[in-house]
């Protein structure tokens, strides 16, 4: 379909450091306290919490917690402001009855205090785009609001071209939408303005609003919209062999070299493509020392999972693929404000709401030697899968606890 290939306009990556939760209900108790590592002081209201899920607590005056979990291997983080962020990584299996966490006290820099006290005009234009390119711009990332923008540190001056944020405390996001609130740990985000490609990093916990029933079905069928089509949703089909049944295709990457003449007359060719896969613009992408490598079509070969994933003899599943590939998602055509974005990026007018050909693709290559999938949709390690056209362009709006349990699949 994508016959003279370039790419999506909309680079990301997320990396969350998602872990497994187990789709069995037997119920365990992670159970702890949090203490300061240098006075063994408690550590009172921490948030305590289980990564991209809906389990957690905060801690009590003796810096105690309980979070009743089902069977899995989970990412554990507790943060509290001016303390560093403490991650565990455990497994049901190996439970301890219970433990006590030592978490150190944050240090801040001169010149980052100097940034934190700054909230001139740049800091809010600032505050604009990391909000766009935090939140997103789908239906539910433009709906979904930062509670509490004064926790970030922005910053577009140390570093060239950059913008750089972080989060002085937990990042509170109201997603009325999706019927959540979560809280979200930015560890990391830069923003290259020359390349236009984002990164951020952190963890992620989502509180159940109070949905009156009138909303209950429209939040419920919301909330099924945003997983699908979603990368956890494609990492649960690929873990449970129904791909097809799930509305997923899987395409060879095929390698094309255009010249330069063909890449700046790329927008002329758009009628005959589907959207493209690399955000840069076409003059950038003509410096790209790596173009080959970038400028890729979809191949007609379709890739099974036989083909992707190779298990174990623990029973491990790993993604070991090693070549990009394209995933197709049929059952849900690309939101509008995607294509309409592609017109502004592009300045040209993008195909009919109708065309067949506006499905959700996304380029997927595997950056390590291995990636391990779980049956929740999770994958390990985060950084070593990219993501590149429309599962990039889906934000923290978007975001869909790996608890959620899609009714299509029940």
């Known amino acids: 379909m994508l016959h003279k290939s370039f790419s999506i306009p909309f680079y990301c990556l997320l990396f969350l450091s998602f872990f497994c939760l187990s789709s069995t209900y037997a119920q365990y108790v992670m159970k702890g306290r949090v203490v300061d590592a240098e006075t063994f002081q408690p550590v009172e209201f921490a948030t305590v919490f289980i990564n991209n899920s809906t389990f957690g607590d905060i801690t009590d005056g003796s810096g105690v917690f309980e979070i009743p979990i089902p069977a899995g291997n989970y990412e554990l983080v507790i943060s509290f ?24 006290q944050e240090t801040i ?7 934190i006290e700054r909230r001139d005009k740049e ?13 997103g711009n789908s239906i539910n990332g ?22 750089i944020a972080r989060g002085r405390d937990i990042l509170e996001i109201q997603n009325p939408n999706l019927g959540y609130t979560i809280k979200f740990v930015l560890e990391s985000f830069v923003y290259d303005f020359e390349t236009t490609v984002t990164q951020y990093a ?14 209950k ?5 919301q909330r099924k919209r945003a997983f699908e089509g979603s990368i956890a949703h494609f990492i649960r089909a690929l873990y449970h062999d129904n791909l097809e049944e799930e509305g997923f295709t899987v395409k060879k990457g095929k390698l094309n070299k255009p010249t330069y003449d063909v890449i700046v007359g790329a927008g002329t060719l758009l009628n005959d493509t589907i959207p493209l896969l690399i955000r ?4 950038q992408q003509s410096k790209n020392e790596n173009l080959q490598n970038e400028a890729l079509g979809i191949a007609d070969d379709t890739l099974k999972r036989g083909d992707l994933v190779e298990q174990a003899r623990n029973g491990f599943l790993f993604l070991t693929y090693a070549d990009p590939f ?16 592609l017109e502004r990026n592009l300045n040209y007018t993008y195909w009919d709401m109708t065309d067949p050909r506006s499905l959700q693709v996304t380029k997927l290559i595997l950056t390590g030697n291995a990636l391990r999938l779980f049956e929740d949709g999770n994958y390990f390690h985060p950084f070593d899968l990219y993501l590149n056209g429309y599962m990039a362009w889906e934000k923290v709006g978007d975001l869909m606890p790996f608890d959620y349990k899609n009714p299509r699949s029940q």
Do not use: C, H
Not at 81 to 104: A, C, H, N, V, W
Not at 123 to 135: S, T
Not at 202 to 214: L, S
């Open 217 to 221: 079905a429209k939040v419920e069928e």
């Open 142 to 163: 433009q709906k979904s609001k930062l509670l509490n923008p004064e926790v970030l540190i922005l910053d577009s001056e140390s570093y060239e071209n950059k913008l």
């Open 202 to 215: 952190g963890q992620a916990y989502f509180f159940e609003e109070n949905i009156p029933r009138r909303r």
């Open 81 to 104: 402001m001016g303390y560093q962020t403490f991650k565990f990584p455990f497994s049901t299996q190996d439970l301890r009855e219970s433990y006590e966490f030592r978490i150190l």
């Open 123 to 135: 800091w809010y234009k600032n505050l604009k785009i990391f909000e766009e390119l935090f939140l």
């Open 280 to 283: 840069d613009r076409p003059q």
């Open 326 to 341: 394209f995933v197709i998602f049929e059952k849900e055509p690309e939101e509008f404000n995607y294509r309409r974005q």
């Open 109 to 115: 820099d001169l010149e980052e205090a100097k940034v």
